[in-house]
């Protein structure tokens, strides 16, 4: 939030300076990069990118193609064999981010939603977990209850607070996992397969909340290979395509409706699914 | 009254025990509060303390944060391990304790730190074993098992390819003997406790049975069932490992194994110097022991039939009941001191004859 | 496939897998029926977790210490009149422990009541005695043993296991190892799932007769797969750790205050256990 404050006060104050442009900064800019596991296959293939604050982008691929790396290399977690990552205007790098402080500020602004729940639900309670992430970045204890309150009540998971993460049907473990990561309030959301093992309902539940979260300006970046919720939240697509490089960049429409594209990328079979699913069109305004 | 113990029962309790050792040997060894008196459990934690420590002075050298979850999974796992029954040859069945495995994959160090934990919560969240009692089941099972363990794979696979088959044996092997040594241990344990834990009128007051007893009772189904599980287990999942996982088997191939083995030395001396501490240390208990001499007495009362049932093990032990000696005290140091000595040679011929082989052919592989 | 298996034909091997599977599903009911009384209205379950950790090691350690049976068996009533208060069912209370304790215990000790020498409280045959001492000591193994699995029953049974966690920094126990303690709680779960449902999906498979052999061979596969999922999915979590900012210290939200009221069913209890420890030295 703070930063796309910063960014307004940006825009106003550039046109009294006339020369220089207005200076935007970008989200996360992805230069030339390249990764792979264990120094072995590729994952990532000369892969460029910038996403704007604000924007609501959707990582469209096929299982397998590197979008997961992706969104770990943009967390921070994972680091570039060739190429560069910017965050924020300053290069993501592990250097960088051995700096404690460095390191609590961009957690604070960047929040990754893990596809596998198991994975991001490691806490014996719902409230453990909803609490952790604030607590590590050295929010106040006061500041991390009353956050804790209202994500579980946004989330409307209060009756799951005691739970344990084992207990919980897969669209709760979202919920609870979304909830983990809303307590930090991030500038930035990065979701990877949030449909994964949700229902129906859950689903549109899930798109509701993408869309409130773009409302209030948050920049979200959705990794999946369902294009139904693309259609429904993406204000941009990037396509990758089984060679783990990108394939093609644009507005949701035209991706969307290029068959050839989606084919060749392995997704056509998930697009008789858009057709097929009716769109709510107060949700995917 | 001695003599009411004639030959003629001896059958029927030979029997009885061949029984119960079979059953016994097929549970795991975790010992419930209760058999334990409260200063063996205290010496028992006093000596587990120190590799707790070394075990998380390693995690903070070699893995940082990175371990917490890597220690958290696998502490479940081995929980989990040990809820398989595994079937033997022969229509026994018995469960595992994961330990060697968790020894091979993490090094003995951490694996005590892993088994531990697991332990740990089985005692404190579904009440198997002991909550006074986690010492010493840790010392016998999180630490005891490990350390014999590796040290027998190491031994076997050093020098070795990833997929060397002398993987297996030593896998096979050092689980063996780990479990065995652990449930040696137990029954030096619940060995002592009538020696020198005893009511005004001689009844013992924790677990009843004397060494002659409770080391074979403990040692023969162990080697006979559980040991053999272990070391199953251990070589099935390192043969499953080297065929489609070899990179979590070079995860511990890194050596410094000297230094592993000096910390088995370590224990075993460490156990050397605290049999005595827990002879000596309960004053009144002692006192009420040495005036009543019903020890001597109850050791002489064994019935024969015990007496040639132990005779497996207690022939090398039987200075205890010398009356040369005249000193059950000292005597039981002795067969302790004697007991420990012997498990350690075991150990050491063990890895003396078996790192004496690795030849030049497998030194390319050391990198 | 699934109508080749024929349940009626049951074999070793197949038993083998039952009980694996029984062993399984038998912990995963055992946890859910304490997280039931856990939650019911009662004396433990209104007390901070302090409180009831620190009671339960107070009694275990005078039951241990204990040379008077008649304490012994004080505190195993006190113990029951705990779980009366706590809503935990007495029938269930008393079974659990005095059903399991002959299969243990009880054959474990049944010979030293011939064996451990002493003057002859009973001649059962000709040869065959009882000793006085032998008595006296399986009473002590059995009352001890019944009345420590009884007192931690209590705390199992009464306190949902995570405020068991955070209850336990009352001893001392580091952060990080209470962190570790409660990620294995939780993934305890996730492996013996994960476990079933391999053992499930190997047991719909299974056509015809399967040697221990091949038992064994599952077993090991299953067990190979489970540690490698165990190794990959650590390595995922440290991931999500560090996505939110753990850098190996812990910092925990701490929400229990001890009120006067636990303090002063602490100082009963704590006196009583002394009181206890005095009486049966």
């Given at each position: 939030?703070?930063?796309?404050?910063h960014n307004e006060t940006n825009n106003k104050a550039?046109?009294?300076?006339?020369?220089?442009?207005?200076?935007?900064?970008?989200?996360?800019?992805?230069?030339?990069?390249?990764?792979?596991?264990?120094?072995?296959?590729?994952?990532?293939?000369?892969?460029?990118?910038?996403?704007?604050?604000?924007?609501?982008?959707?990582?469209?691929?096929?299982?397998?193609?590197?979008?997961?790396?992706?969104?770990?290399?943009?967390?921070?977690?994972?680091?570039?064999?060739?190429?560069?990552?910017?965050?924020?205007?300053?290069?993501?790098?592990?250097?960088?981010?051995?700096?404690?402080?460095?390191?609590?500020?961009?957690?604070?602004?960047?929040?990754?939603?893990?596809?596998?729940?198991?994975?991001?639900?490691?806490?014996?309670?719902?409230?453990?977990?909803?609490?952790?992430?604030?607590?590590?970045?050295?929010?106040?204890?006061?500041?991390?209850?009353?956050?804790?309150?209202?994500?579980?009540?946004?989330?409307?998971?209060?009756?799951?607070?005691?739970?344990?993460?084992?207990?919980?049907?897969?669209?709760?473990?979202?919920?609870?996992?979304?909830?983990?990561?809303?307590?930090?309030?991030?500038?930035?959301?990065?979701?990877?397969?949030?449909?994964?093992?949700?229902?129906?309902?859950s689903q549109s539940w899930l798109v509701e909340f993408?869309?409130?979260?773009?409302?209030?300006?948050?920049?979200?970046?959705?990794?999946?290979?369902?294009?139904?919720?693309?259609?429904?939240?993406?204000?941009?697509?990037?396509?990758?395509?089984?060679?783990?490089?990108?394939?093609?960049?644009?507005?949701?429409?035209?991706?969307?409706?290029?068959?050839?594209?989606?084919?060749?990328?392995?997704?056509?079979?998930?697009?008789?699914?858009?057709?097929?699913?009716?769109?709510?069109?107060?949700?995917?305004? | 009254?001695?003599?009411?113990?004639?030959?003629?029962?001896?059958?029927?309790?030979?029997?009885?025990?061949?029984?119960?050792?079979?059953?016994?040997?097929?549970?795991?060894?975790?010992?419930?509060?209760?058999?334990?008196?409260?200063?063996?459990?205290?010496?028992?934690?006093?000596?587990?303390?120190?590799?707790?420590?070394?075990?998380?002075?390693?995690?903070?050298?070699?893995?940082?944060?990175?371990?917490?979850?890597?220690?958290?999974?696998?502490?479940a796992f081995s929980f989990v391990i040990m809820m398989?029954?595994?079937?033997?040859?022969?229509?026994?069945?018995?469960?595992?304790?994961?330990?060697?495995?968790?020894?091979?994959?993490?090094?003995?160090?951490?694996?005590?730190?892993?088994?531990?934990?697991?332990?740990?919560?089985?005692?404190?969240?579904?009440?198997?074993?002991?909550?006074?009692?986690?010492?010493?089941?840790?010392?016998?099972?999180?630490?005891?098992?490990?350390?014999?363990?590796?040290?027998?794979?190491?031994?076997?696979?050093?020098?070795?390819?990833?997929?060397?088959?002398?993987?297996?044996?030593?896998?096979?092997?050092?689980?063996?003997?780990?479990?065995?040594?652990?449930?040696?241990?137990?029954?030096?344990?619940?060995?002592?406790?009538?020696?020198?834990?005893?009511?005004?009128?001689?009844?013992?007051?924790?677990?009843?049975?004397?060494?002659?007893?409770?080391?074979?009772?403990?040692?023969?189904?162990?080697?006979?069932?559980?040991?053999?599980?272990?070391?199953?287990?251990?070589?099935?999942?390192?043969?499953?490992?080297?065929?489609?996982?070899?990179?979590?088997?070079?995860?511990?191939?890194?050596?410094?194994?000297?230094?592993?083995?000096?910390?088995?030395?370590?224990?075993?001396?460490?156990?050397?110097?605290?049999?005595?501490?827990?002879?000596?240390?309960?004053?009144?208990?002692?006192?009420?022991?040495?005036?009543?001499?019903?020890?001597?007495?109850?050791?002489?009362?064994?019935?024969?039939?015990?007496?040639?049932?132990?005779?497996?093990?207690?022939?090398?032990?039987?200075?205890?009941?010398?009356?040369?000696?005249?000193?059950?005290?000292?005597?039981?140091?002795?067969?302790?001191?004697?007991?420990?000595?012997?498990?350690?040679?075991?150990?050491?011929?063990?890895?003396?004859?078996?790192?004496?082989?690795?030849?030049?052919?497998?030194?390319?592989?050391?990198? | 496939?699934?109508?080749?298996?024929?349940?009626?034909?049951?074999?070793?091997?197949?038993?083998?897998?039952?009980?694996?599977?029984?062993?399984?599903?038998?912990?995963?009911?055992?946890?859910?029926?304490?997280?039931?009384?856990?939650?019911?209205?009662?004396?433990?379950?209104?007390?901070?977790?302090?409180?009831?950790?620190?009671?339960?090691?107070?009694?275990?350690?005078?039951?241990?210490?204990?040379?008077?049976?008649?304490?012994?068996?004080?505190?195993?009533?006190?113990?029951?009149?705990?779980?009366?208060?706590?809503?935990?069912?007495?029938?269930?209370?008393?079974?659990?422990?005095?059903?399991?304790?002959?299969?243990?215990?009880?054959?474990?000790?049944?010979?030293?009541?011939?064996?451990?020498?002493?003057?002859?409280?009973?001649?059962?045959?000709?040869?065959?005695?009882?000793?006085?001492?032998?008595?006296?000591?399986?009473?002590?193994?059995?009352?001890?043993?019944?009345?420590?699995?009884?007192?931690?029953?209590?705390?199992?049974?009464?306190?949902?296991?995570?405020?068991?966690?955070?209850?336990?920094?009352?001893?001392?126990?580091?952060?990080?190892?209470?962190?570790?303690?409660?990620?294995?709680?939780?993934?305890?779960?996730?492996?013996?799932?994960?476990?079933?449902?391999?053992?499930?999906?190997?047991?719909?498979?299974?056509?015809?007769?399967?040697?221990?052999?091949?038992?064994?061979?599952?077993?090991?596969?299953?067990?190979?797969?489970?540690?490698?999922?165990?190794?990959?999915?650590?390595?995922?979590?440290?991931?999500?750790?560090?996505?939110?900012?753990?850098?190996?210290?812990?910092?925990?939200?701490?929400?229990?205050?001890?009120?006067?009221?636990?303090?002063?069913?602490?100082?009963?209890?704590?006196?009583?256990?002394?009181?206890?420890?005095?009486?049966?030295?």
């Open positions: 939030m703070e930063h796309i404050i550039a046109p009294n300076r006339v020369p220089s442009p207005p200076v935007i900064q970008p989200v996360f800019e992805v230069k030339q990069v390249s990764f792979a596991y264990d120094g072995k296959q590729l994952a990532l293939e000369n892969i460029d990118m910038v996403v704007q604050a604000g924007e609501c982008l959707a990582i469209l691929g096929a299982n397998g193609c590197g979008k997961s790396t992706l969104l770990k290399l943009l967390d921070g977690l994972y680091f570039p064999i060739s190429g560069s990552v910017t965050a924020f205007g300053q290069p993501l790098t592990e250097a960088a981010l051995r700096n404690d402080e460095a390191n609590f500020a961009f957690r604070r602004r960047v929040g990754l939603v893990f596809q596998d729940t198991d994975v991001q639900l490691f806490s014996p309670s719902v409230l453990d977990e909803v609490a952790f992430a604030p607590l590590q970045l050295g929010i106040p204890r006061e500041e991390v209850t009353r956050r804790v309150e209202s994500a579980l009540e946004m989330l409307r998971i209060e009756k799951l607070r005691d739970r344990a993460p084992h207990r919980l049907s897969g669209g709760e473990k979202r919920r609870v996992a979304l909830a983990s990561v809303l307590t930090l309030n991030p500038d930035v959301w990065l979701l990877d397969e949030p449909t994964t093992g949700l229902d129906p309902r993408i869309l409130q979260q773009r409302q209030v300006g948050k920049t979200v970046i959705t990794a999946t290979h369902d294009l139904v919720i693309a259609e429904q939240v993406a204000t941009k697509i990037v396509v990758f395509n089984e060679d783990h490089r990108i394939e093609a960049a644009g507005q949701p429409q035209e991706i969307l409706k290029n068959h050839d594209l989606l084919h060749r990328c392995n997704l056509s079979h998930y697009h008789n699914e858009v057709n097929a699913v009716h769109v709510d069109p107060v949700l995917a305004k | 009254m001695i003599e009411l113990f004639t030959f003629k029962i001896n059958k029927w309790l030979v029997a009885y025990y061949a029984a119960l050792l079979v059953w016994l040997g097929t549970t795991a060894m975790h010992i419930p509060d209760g058999y334990l008196s409260p200063l063996t459990s205290l010496v028992m934690f006093l000596l587990v303390l120190p590799f707790w420590m070394i075990g998380v002075r390693k995690i903070r050298e070699t893995m940082n944060a990175r371990s917490v979850p890597l220690i958290a999974l696998l502490a398989f029954n595994i079937p033997l040859p022969g229509g026994t069945s018995g469960h595992a304790i994961g330990a060697t495995l968790a020894a091979i994959v993490l090094g003995p160090e951490v694996a005590v730190i892993a088994v531990s934990i697991a332990l740990i919560i089985q005692a404190f969240f579904f009440g198997d074993g002991g909550i006074l009692a986690i010492g010493a089941n840790c010392f016998n099972m999180a630490v005891v098992v490990p350390y014999v363990g590796y040290a027998v794979y190491q031994a076997f696979s050093k020098g070795t390819p990833i997929n060397s088959p002398r993987r297996l044996t030593g896998a096979a092997l050092g689980g063996w003997l780990g479990v065995s040594t652990g449930a040696f241990l137990a029954g030096i344990e619940f060995g002592i406790q009538p020696l020198l834990f005893k009511a005004a009128d001689g009844s013992p007051l924790y677990a009843p049975f004397p060494l002659s007893v409770s080391v074979p009772a403990m040692l023969i189904p162990h080697m006979l069932v559980a040991s053999v599980v272990e070391g199953l287990l251990t070589a099935l999942v390192v043969a499953y490992l080297q065929r489609s996982n070899s990179n979590i088997l070079e995860g511990a191939a890194i050596p410094a194994q000297a230094l592993r083995l000096r910390g088995l030395w370590v224990a075993l001396a460490v156990l050397i110097v605290a049999s005595p501490f827990g002879l000596l240390a309960p004053g009144t208990a002692w006192g009420e022991w040495s005036t009543g001499q019903l020890s001597a007495m109850g050791l002489q009362a064994i019935p024969t039939g015990m007496r040639q049932l132990s005779g497996l093990w207690g022939a090398p032990l039987s200075g205890y009941n010398l009356p040369v000696l005249g000193n059950t005290n000292l005597g039981y140091v002795i067969s302790a001191v004697t007991g420990i000595v012997i498990v350690g040679l075991v150990v050491w011929l063990f890895t003396l004859l078996l790192t004496v082989r690795p030849g030049a052919q497998n030194q390319e592989h050391q990198r | 496939m699934d109508k080749s298996i024929n349940p009626g034909h049951s074999h070793r091997s197949s038993h083998v897998l039952e009980h694996t599977l029984h062993g399984i599903s038998e912990t995963l009911e055992r946890a859910l029926f304490a997280e039931e009384i856990s939650a019911k209205p009662g004396l433990f379950q209104s007390l901070d977790a302090r409180v009831k950790i620190l009671t339960v090691l107070a009694f275990l350690l005078a039951v241990s210490f204990s040379k008077n049976l008649e304490i012994i068996a004080a505190i195993y009533l006190l113990a029951l009149a705990l779980a009366l208060a706590s809503s935990i069912p007495a029938g269930f209370f008393v079974k659990r422990v005095w059903l399991a304790l002959p299969f243990f215990t009880g054959l474990i000790i049944l010979p030293a009541l011939f064996v451990t020498p002493g003057p002859v409280l009973l001649q059962v045959l000709p040869g065959l005695a009882i000793t006085r001492t032998g008595a006296i000591s399986s009473l002590f193994l059995l009352l001890r043993v019944s009345t420590s699995i009884s007192l931690s029953l209590l705390l199992i049974l009464t306190t949902p296991w995570n405020t068991v966690l955070s209850g336990l920094t009352v001893l001392r126990v580091p952060d990080v190892f209470i962190l570790i303690l409660g990620m294995t709680y939780r993934y305890i779960y996730l492996l013996l799932h994960t476990a079933n449902d391999m053992f499930l999906s190997r047991k719909s498979r299974v056509v015809g007769w399967l040697d221990a052999g091949e038992d064994r061979r599952m077993l090991a596969a299953i067990s190979g797969t489970l540690l490698a999922k165990s190794i990959n999915m650590s390595s995922e979590v440290y991931l999500s750790m560090q996505s939110r900012g753990f850098r190996g210290s812990v910092v925990t939200l701490k929400p229990f205050k001890m009120q006067p009221r636990d303090w002063a069913w602490l100082a009963v209890f704590i006196g009583l256990a002394i009181l206890a420890v005095v009486l049966g030295r």
